[in-house]
């Protein structure tokens, strides 16, 4: 779900295109310990960025 959120893409939606900007600056890993505010190896940081390597 959390990897689906961030390849979510609307251009209507300042949210959804700020958090693209950010992806395509530092990479999904380093977007969502931004966003989420998670510490660099958490768990979930692993589980998401490894869900999306696989899509």
Avoid: C, F, H, W
Wanted: charged fraction near 25%.
């Amino acid at each position: 779900m959390i990897a689906s959120a961030l390849q979510y893409k609307n251009d209507n939606d300042p949210e959804a295109e700020k958090l693209q900007e950010t992806i395509e600056r530092k990479g999904y890993e380093a977007a969502l310990i931004e966003v989420s505010q998670l510490a660099a190896g958490d768990p979930l940081i692993t589980a998401v960025t490894g869900a999306l390597s696989q899509s």
